[in-house]
């Protein structure tokens, strides 16, 4: 096993798009996202994030295979929506990096993955200029049906990277769960580091 960290460039990230697409649906499956996803809309997701001329994608590979993800891009390339939420709140969103996503497979996790994960998207930030960055993490109830008996939250990793939920900042995002007939609205709370 040989575990590499890195950040991918535009071409490697088109050739990555179908792994990261597989990579996404695997992990979000499980709680406390229960995203029940296909390869088309996140493929058209990455496609579309990754539009943004600062977009970062860092990768965890053992081998030649991704097993571990994380995103980021300005701010001001996300939806108007997603931004007005963050103006309305009274942050410039000109002025904020945006964590899309850190997705890594189960039997890889406690490796320091996700450490290098905050440092890569972290250093980009603040070489485009960035005062912070902020994320949205699925807000469910602590009596989930799904929630697995050993499920242990992230929030003491964001806390100890600097990160804290901002009272009142949440977010709504779409997409279909396990068990659903079709998307609905799903709460994200806001996390946010300034420096």
Same mark, same amino acid.
Request: net charge negative; no cysteine; charged share 25%.
């Given at each position: 096993?040989t !575990?590499?960290i =890195?950040i991918?460039?535009?071409? *490697?990230?088109?050739?990555? !798009?179908?792994?990261?697409a597989q990579?996404?649906?695997?992990v979000?499956r499980a709680y406390?996202?229960?995203? +029940? #996803?296909?390869?088309?809309?996140? &493929? $058209?997701?990455?496609? +579309? @994030? /990754? #539009?943004s001329?600062?977009?970062? %994608?860092?990768?965890a590979r053992?081998g030649e $295979?991704?097993?571990?993800?994380a &995103?980021a891009?300005?701010?001001?390339d996300?939806?108007?929506?997603?931004?007005?939420?963050?103006?309305?709140?009274?942050?410039?969103?000109?002025? %904020? /990096?945006? /964590?899309g996503?850190?997705? !890594? %497979?189960p *039997?890889?996790?406690g490796?320091?993955?996700?450490y290098? @994960? @905050?440092?890569?998207?972290e250093?980009?930030a603040r070489?485009?200029?960035? =005062? =912070?960055? $902020? /994320?949205?993490a699925v807000v469910r109830?602590a +009596?989930?049906?799904a929630?697995?008996?050993d499920?242990?939250?992230?929030?003491p990793?964001?806390?100890?990277?600097?990160?804290?939920p901002?009272?009142g900042l949440?977010?709504a995002?779409?997409w279909? *769960?396990? =068990? *659903?007939d079709?998307?609905?609205a799903?709460? !994200?709370q806001?996390?946010?580091?300034?420096?």
């Amino acid at each position: 096993m040989t !575990l590499t960290i =890195g950040i991918l460039r535009a071409a *490697e990230r088109a050739a990555a !798009l179908g792994s990261l697409a597989q990579l996404r649906i695997a992990v979000f499956r499980a709680y406390p996202y229960l995203y +029940d #996803g296909t390869v088309a809309d996140e &493929t $058209a997701y990455l496609a +579309d @994030f /990754f #539009g943004s001329d600062d977009a970062v %994608l860092v990768a965890a590979r053992d081998g030649e $295979a991704i097993i571990g993800a994380a &995103t980021a891009s300005p701010m001001r390339d996300q939806g108007e929506d997603f931004r007005a939420r963050f103006a309305d709140a009274g942050f410039d969103p000109g002025t %904020l /990096f945006y /964590f899309g996503e850190s997705v !890594l %497979l189960p *039997e890889y996790r406690g490796r320091g993955i996700g450490y290098a @994960f @905050f440092d890569a998207r972290e250093q980009a930030a603040r070489e485009a200029g960035a =005062g =912070g960055a $902020a /994320f949205a993490a699925v807000v469910r109830p602590a +009596d989930h049906p799904a929630r697995p008996a050993d499920y242990r939250p992230l929030d003491p990793f964001w806390r100890a990277r600097g990160y804290a939920p901002v009272d009142g900042l949440t977010v709504a995002m779409d997409w279909k *769960e396990v =068990g *659903e007939d079709s998307s609905s609205a799903k709460a !994200l709370q806001v996390w946010m580091r300034q420096w």
